[in-house]
């Protein structure tokens, strides 16, 4: 059975930071492209980053640059999304993916594999 598990949610004051981990399983994702979205509550679920298979280039949504960094580790199927400087703004439910149909696809519903999410609290 193929899996994307999240890991690393929770509470955090504004100003603080999270390390979000997603670990596949069932197959290796190493050639697939990867990428975190959120979704906060009455909102749509929006992109948040994505990483190339090589793990180069990455790409994120304007409200994260900076603050935020997606990474992978090819030889632990697991991708990362390093948050600092975190604002109550954050708060959401985080859902990785993998295998987009689309290059570079900022879509979540173009993604084959997703989670089932990791939900992120930042308080003010």
């Known amino acids: 059975q193929v899996q994307l598990v999240e890991s690393g949610g929770g509470l955090v004051q504004a100003g603080g930071s999270l390390r979000l981990s997603c670990a596949g399983s069932g197959r290796s994702f190493s050639l697939d492209d990867m990428a975190w979205f959120r979704q906060a509550p009455g909102k749509e679920r929006e992109f948040v980053a994505s990483v190339r298979w090589g793990g180069r280039p990455t790409y994120y949504a304007d409200s994260v640059k900076g603050r935020f960094t997606i990474s992978r580790d090819a030889a632990k199927n697991t991708v990362f999304l390093q948050m600092n400087t975190m604002e109550p703004e954050d708060t959401a439910v985080y859902y990785c993916?993998?295998?987009?149909?689309?290059?570079?696809?900022?879509?979540?519903?173009?993604?084959?594999?997703r989670g089932q999410g990791t939900q992120v609290t930042v308080s003010s």
């Open positions: 993916a993998a295998g987009p149909k689309y290059t570079n696809s900022q879509n979540y519903d173009d993604y084959r594999y």
